[in-house]
């Protein structure tokens, strides 16, 4: 981020539809804060670069994931259902998209933080958040908001979803504890409901697996 400039940062993070609202026409959305690049110092730049200094919703967020999904590619939101699919709007490169994808990915696998998040049938990916909760006079030292943040399948995505846990309580409390599992199980029920074919090699290994235990 210190390479590029606060500029560029705030940029990348417009593009992607934070700091406004997304078009869903539902009263009262919030639209978040992008804060002015215009005064940022090199320390507000880091901070910014990996989530701090900005506030955002969840559906913001899972637009911005959307868009990771679809090769950079940006599509309008929207609460009903449509048939047709409006024109989308390359905000990233099918580049980056792949390679932050691929990123996503490793931080399911096996020494990632997200492995809680994985899927039997399916390879996804993702990324794991815990922040501290922001009170009166700051961010409080010991309460949080865990989150998973994801696409699946991993290679051609059919769903972006965003998993916030708002102050877990028990002792643990990182996103890749508690709101990984949620996603993997919400994730897990909507490919069925969706009929998507399952990822071939995992199928395949699965059915190993099985043919296996039943010789046993």
């Known amino acids: 981020a210190l390479d590029l400039s606060g500029g560029v940062v705030w940029d990348m993070f417009y593009r992607l539809g934070f700091g406004q609202s997304t078009g869903i026409g539902f009263p009262g959305e919030s639209i978040g804060h992008l804060p002015d690049s215009t005064h940022w110092r090199p ?15 969840a559906l913001q967020l899972a637009q911005a994931y959307m868009v990771l999904g679809n090769g950079g590619l940006k599509y309008p939101l929207g609460l009903i259902y449509r048939d047709e699919i409006e024109q989308g709007e390359q905000v ?24 809680r998040a994985q899927l039997p049938l399916y390879e ?35 769903i972006a979803m965003v ?23 919400v994730v897990n029920g909507a490919m069925r409901l969706l009929n998507v074919r399952p990822d071939k090699g995992l199928a395949e290994s699965l059915s190993k697996s099985n043919t296996l235990a039943s010789r046993k």
């Open 43 to 57: 320390i507000e730049v880091a901070a910014m670069s990996y989530g701090y200094g900005l506030n955002a919703t």
């Open 92 to 115: 990233l490169s099918q580049s980056v998209s792949d390679s932050v994808r691929k990123a996503m990915k490793a931080v399911v696998s096996k020494g990632g933080t997200g492995t």
């Open 163 to 185: 998993v916030v846990i708002d102050g877990p309580a028990g002792a643990e409390y990182y996103g890749g504890e508690v709101a990984a599992p949620v996603f993997s199980r």
């Open 124 to 158: 996804v990916g993702g990324k794991t958040g815990t922040v501290h909760r922001v009170g009166k006079r700051g961010y409080e030292k010991s309460e949080y908001k865990a989150l998973f943040a994801g696409v699946a399948p991993i290679d051609n995505p059919e």
